[in-house]
């Protein structure tokens, strides 16, 4: 693949091909000394048109760590706010002859426009609703270290599912690799037909959670809910928020997950949110890196096989 614009191309092959890497990037972030050389002379632009703590420090520290020059743009202070287009800006960098962009955009689908117009490796830092690719490797991969395996698992996701990139990533991904998904939420954050997607729904928590492996906890995105419906939050915590009496109903061993940035009280009681023995959330923050890593590793060295390809064939 040239670019990470989704989970929706990969094939299941190239997903364990990722998470294998990522494995081995783990063990070398656990070192004193975390340097390696894959990204060595390539030049890493982030673009965030969006806010972001995780995905953008640790794409950042990635590239860095793989000896990439890393530029963050601050697209606050850019020539957007001028009234620049995102093609007009993608292809100003593009001249400045980038290896890597690592792009989040507020709108579906921006980041594979912005892909068709310029000649490196693009990855999608989380576009709209559409897709967060590497967010849901970083779950896969916390997944599989956490219970030994990546298939037949019974995985929920909760909240607000209508709203959520995160979701839909893992969805594909989490599908494409033989498990079982529920959809936990209320009606109104649930878009339909979602059965048609090989997966079940629920709107009561206790029902949607007995017996599962993973619990998958999101945040709800009322950035996006424009105008739409927004549930009062201590109705929403009573119906819908992980507590100790909710989680009981899953499997003694069940883990707790949750991308970030989460809102203790909300969709989340602190406590389980920090009970090391359920929660997994910091092991995803520290798969996060790795998982950047080996996505970029991979990525440019599809592009320097094509880069020699088209030097041969001129
Ligand atoms: N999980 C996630 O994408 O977090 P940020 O928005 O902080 O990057």
Same mark, same amino acid.
């Given at each position: 693949?040239a ?5 929706e @191309?990969?094939?299941p092959?190239?997903i364990t091909?990722?998470?294998?890497l990522a494995?081995e990037?783990?063990a ?11 990204l060595?002379g ?5 673009m965030?048109?969006?806010n972001s ?5 640790s794409?950042e520290?990635a590239g860095?760590r793989?000896g990439?020059d890393v530029?963050n ?5 850019s ?8 093609? %007009?800006?993608?292809?100003?960098l593009?001249?400045m002859?980038?290896?890597l962009?690592?792009?989040r955009h507020?709108?579906s689908g921006?980041v594979?426009l912005?892909a ?7 990855l999608?830092?989380?576009?709209g609703?559409h ?6 490797l970083?779950?896969?991969l916390?997944i599989?270290?956490a219970k030994?395996r990546l298939h ?6 909760c909240?607000?599912?209508?709203h959520s ?13 033989e498990?079982r998904v529920?959809l936990?939420?209320? @009606?109104?954050?649930?878009p339909?037909?979602m ?6 729904v629920?709107d ?7 017996d ?6 999101l945040?709800l995105?009322?950035?996006?809910m ?10 929403y ?5 992980l %507590?100790?009496?909710k989680?009981?109903y ?10 970030g ?7 989340i009681?602190g406590?389980?949110?920090?009970d ?8 995803q923050?520290e ?6 890593m ?9 592009l320097?096989?094509?880069r ?6 001129a």
């Amino acid at each position: 693949h040239a670019h990470l614009l989704g989970i929706e @191309p990969l094939a299941p092959a190239d997903i364990t091909a990722i998470l294998d890497l990522a494995d081995e990037y783990v063990a070398l972030n656990r070192r004193d000394v975390k340097h390696a050389d894959a990204l060595k002379g390539l030049t890493q632009i982030n673009m965030f048109f969006e806010n972001s703590t995780r995905t953008q420090a640790s794409f950042e520290l990635a590239g860095k760590r793989l000896g990439a020059d890393v530029m963050n743009m601050a697209m606050q202070a850019s020539s957007i706010k001028k009234g620049e287009t995102l093609i %007009d800006t993608a292809m100003t960098l593009n001249a400045m002859h980038p290896d890597l962009l690592v792009v989040r955009h507020p709108h579906s689908g921006a980041v594979d426009l912005l892909a068709q117009k310029v000649r490196c490796a693009v990855l999608n830092a989380g576009d709209g609703r559409h897709e967060h690719p590497t967010q849901a490797l970083l779950d896969a991969l916390t997944i599989r270290r956490a219970k030994g395996r990546l298939h037949r698992l019974n995985i929920a996701i909760c909240g607000d599912i209508a709203h959520s990139r995160v979701a839909r990533s893992n969805l594909l991904l989490l599908g494409k690799m033989e498990n079982r998904v529920r959809l936990i939420g209320p @009606p109104t954050l649930m878009p339909a037909q979602m059965q048609d997607f090989g997966v079940e729904v629920y709107d009561d928590m206790r029902e949607g959670l007995k017996d599962v492996d993973v619990v998958m906890m999101l945040r709800l995105q009322k950035e996006r809910m424009d105008g739409g419906f927004i549930p009062s939050e201590r109705e929403y915590y009573h119906r819908y928020g992980l %507590d100790g009496e909710k989680l009981a109903y899953a499997k003694e061993d069940a883990i707790v997950m949750h991308p970030g940035p989460m809102n203790r009280g909300v969709e989340i009681d602190g406590e389980i949110a920090d009970d090391i023995n359920r929660s997994v959330i910091q092991d995803q923050v520290e798969m996060g890196v790795a998982v950047r890593m080996a996505a970029m590793d991979l990525l440019a060295r599809n592009l320097r096989a094509r880069r020699a390809e088209a030097v041969e064939g001129a």
